[in-house]
């Protein structure tokens, strides 16, 4: 039975380039920063929810060392965080250098309006605000 949920942790190349990104372009604060291979982060009201790992060091625990990271497929994730304002949040974000997937846009059968783009190894992110309904 589970008892608590952890973390969603991403498993990555290269973690500082990762680490800098989550910290200096998405203003996440970390809550551990253990070297160059773990680094977990407070997400909301000092909860931590997202956790970087270095691949090459967790790839031998799971025996699937001899692989190689995909690339040029379609995402099997999405990490979504619900924002405030996400037309504010896209506008703070491009001025801080982030590339965008696309513009803020109404999903109506989602219940929300989205944007989304990559972090450096083309995780998938989505930041959305829940329309208002009447």
Request: proline letters at 4%.
């Amino acid at each position: 039975m589970i008892v608590k949920f952890n973390n969603v942790r991403l498993l990555v190349k290269d973690y500082r380039k990762c680490f800098n990104f989550y910290t200096e372009k998405l203003g996440f604060e970390a809550a551990f920063d253990v070297g160059e291979c773990y680094a977990s982060f407070k997400v909301i009201d000092g909860i931590e929810g997202l956790a970087l790992f270095t691949s090459d060091y967790f790839a031998p625990i799971v025996g699937n060392s001899d692989k190689t990271q995909p690339t040029d497929c379609r995402e099997k994730s999405l990490v979504s965080f619900e924002v405030n304002n996400v037309d504010g949040t896209y506008q703070d974000l491009l001025a801080k250098g982030v590339t965008f997937v696309n513009e803020p846009i109404d999903m109506p059968s989602w219940g929300m309006r989205v944007v989304h783009l990559r972090d450096p190894e083309e995780n998938l992110i989505e930041f959305y605000t829940p329309l208002k309904t009447d």
